[in-house]
């Protein structure tokens, strides 16, 4: 149980263009999810906290315009890296938490690896 | 962002040899959590700690939650060659109920020879 799946797991785009990455909870129901982005070799540093029905949270330093939330339903939160760069490249990951397991942890997905050329 | 000091960054041993890790944090946690993550994957839970010096056990995986509430360490015993990765900690200040965020640790990349 508690399965997090997210697509694309890579995707390669040009400079300039919009790339969007689809995070789904399978088997339970995700009010909140999160997005982190991971550099190589490095630990994975929150984005922001993406809640249903709500404006997503943005963590300090994020450009919220640059980084679109849309938490569209109570399964499905997607992350649009908007004219992305090259600088944009790397490993993106969500994760969300099943409330109804009550000692269960955050469950991630398998993340997605974005190179911008 | 703030981040958890893991210790150490990386090591190398034998198979069969135990591992031992820890994660210290500058401010408490209700919640640690343990996870592992292979090469262009996303992280796995390997163990969740909820309670003040609680020590949690997963197969050949033990961790315990420090009783400051700051720390927590992971030991592994008598690794293998899949033990291999790159292991996290995780501290989340609010607990059961709630889906509040994780901080996360430096990361400990093991790497096992045979």
């Known amino acids: 149980g508690a399965v997090v799946s997210q697509h694309p797991s890579r995707v390669i785009c040009k400079s300039g263009t919009s790339v969007k990455i689809e995070c789904r909870s399978l088997?339970?129901?995700?009010?909140?999810m999160f997005w982190y982005r991971q550099f190589p070799k490095k630990s994975l540093m929150l984005m922001a906290t993406s809640n249903e029905g709500s404006k997503a949270t943005y963590e300090q330093g994020v450009e919220k315009d640059k980084f679109l939330i849309n938490h569209a339903s109570l399964t499905l939160s997607t992350l649009t890296v908007t004219s992305a760069h090259p600088e944009d490249s790397s490993f993106y990951i969500c994760s969300a938490r099943d409330l109804n397991r009550p000692l269960g942890g955050y469950t991630f997905g398998s993340g997605t690896r974005l190179t911008v050329v | 962002g703030q981040q958890l000091n893991q210790s150490p960054q990386s090591m190398f041993i034998q198979e069969g040899e135990d591992v031992s890790m820890n994660c210290t944090s500058s401010?408490?946690?209700?919640?640690w959590l343990w996870y592992k993550q292979d090469p262009g994957e996303g992280p796995v839970l390997l163990i969740a700690?909820?309670?003040?010096?609680e020590l949690t056990s997963n197969g050949r995986l033990t961790a315990q939650f420090g009783i400051t509430r700051k720390d927590s360490f992971l030991n592994i015993s008598a690794s293998i060659p899949s033990d291999v990765g790159i292991y996290f900690c995780a501290g989340q200040l609010n607990s059961a109920g709630t889906a509040s965020k994780l901080t996360f640790g430096t990361g400990t990349r093991l790497q096992v020879t045979l």
């Open positions: 088997d339970f129901q995700a009010t909140t």
């Open positions: 401010s408490i946690f209700n919640t």
């Open positions: 700690l909820y309670k003040a010096g």
